[in-house]
């Protein structure tokens, strides 16, 4: 077992890249044997493992299965650390992503991962799922209280789709409230400007780069 807080911090990092469940839940539970601020040990630890692992993803090391197995490795730390966050880091509100496959697409593996690392880096997200119309992201969005509307799709018959979104918000005088930012394989940097998105991600980390910066978050 590691000896001291930076040990036992980069052990939870190397258990998320390592996809090792039993290891994350493990040194969780050694961390809050030893009071370490659960906060701390959840940044320095599994999230600073997810950023390595969304960077092992983005050079082409690993890819989704790999990726998926880190998060199940995350989430198993995550399960211990969280109920013993301090009372001003759980209440704090926190940027608010609201997440979907646009209508008439069910391809959701790029949104998940999106979900996972969103989570990991500390935002609330509200993850609508697939196929999901365009009144029920602007609805949700103005429900929960957003900061962001993340639209995906992996089909080029859908993205007009990701246009009657932001359709919407404008025509019901929302547009200012909420950014809009989206990804997928047919979207390119043209086709948000061209339907006045606030930006375009073309992979997970790049997607918590966009939101981190829309949120003022150091990247």
């Given at each position: 077992?590691?000896?001291?807080?930076?040990e036992l911090?980069?052990?939870l990092?190397?258990?998320?890249?390592g996809?090792?469940?039993?290891?994350?839940?493990e040194?969780s539970?050694?961390?809050?044997?030893r009071?370490?601020?659960?906060?701390?040990?959840?940044?320095?630890g599994?999230?600073?493992?997810?950023?390595?692992?969304?960077e092992?993803?983005?050079?082409?090391?690993?890819f989704?299965?790999?990726?998926?197995l880190?998060?199940?490795?995350?989430?198993?730390?995550?399960?211990?650390?969280?109920?013993?966050?301090?009372?001003?880091?759980?209440?704090?509100?926190r940027?608010?992503?609201?997440?979907?496959?646009?209508?008439?697409?069910t391809?959701?593996?790029?949104?998940?991962?999106?979900?996972?690392?969103?989570?990991a880096?500390?935002f609330?997200?509200?993850?609508l799922?697939?196929?999901?119309?365009?009144?029920?992201?602007?609805?949700?969005?103005?429900?929960?209280?957003?900061?962001?509307?993340a639209?995906s799709?992996?089909m080029?018959?859908?993205?007009?789709?990701?246009?009657?979104?932001?359709?919407?918000?404008?025509t019901?005088?929302?547009?200012?409230?909420?950014?809009?930012?989206?990804?997928?394989g047919?979207?390119?940097?043209?086709?948000?400007?061209?339907?006045?998105?606030d930006?375009?991600a073309?992979?997970?980390p790049?997607?918590?780069k966009?939101?981190?910066?829309?949120?003022?978050v150091?990247a």
């Amino acid at each position: 077992m590691p000896e001291n807080e930076s040990e036992l911090f980069q052990a939870l990092s190397d258990a998320v890249v390592g996809m090792d469940e039993d290891r994350a839940r493990e040194l969780s539970i050694a961390a809050v044997d030893r009071n370490i601020d659960a906060y701390t040990a959840i940044e320095r630890g599994l999230v600073d493992g997810m950023g390595r692992a969304g960077e092992l993803f983005e050079s082409e090391e690993y890819f989704i299965p790999e990726l998926l197995l880190c998060s199940d490795a995350m989430y198993a730390g995550l399960d211990i650390l969280r109920p013993h966050l301090r009372i001003e880091d759980a209440s704090q509100r926190r940027f608010k992503v609201v997440i979907g496959v646009v209508e008439g697409d069910t391809h959701d593996i790029g949104k998940n991962l999106v979900r996972i690392m969103l989570e990991a880096s500390g935002f609330d997200v509200i993850d609508l799922g697939r196929d999901i119309p365009a009144q029920r992201f602007v609805d949700t969005a103005v429900s929960e209280n957003a900061d962001v509307i993340a639209l995906s799709t992996l089909m080029t018959t859908t993205m007009d789709a990701m246009a009657e979104v932001v359709e919407k918000l404008q025509t019901s005088n929302l547009r200012e409230r909420f950014k809009v930012i989206l990804g997928g394989g047919p979207i390119s940097p043209a086709f948000a400007k061209r339907i006045h998105a606030d930006g375009y991600a073309n992979s997970a980390p790049n997607a918590v780069k966009l939101v981190k910066q829309l949120a003022g978050v150091p990247a």
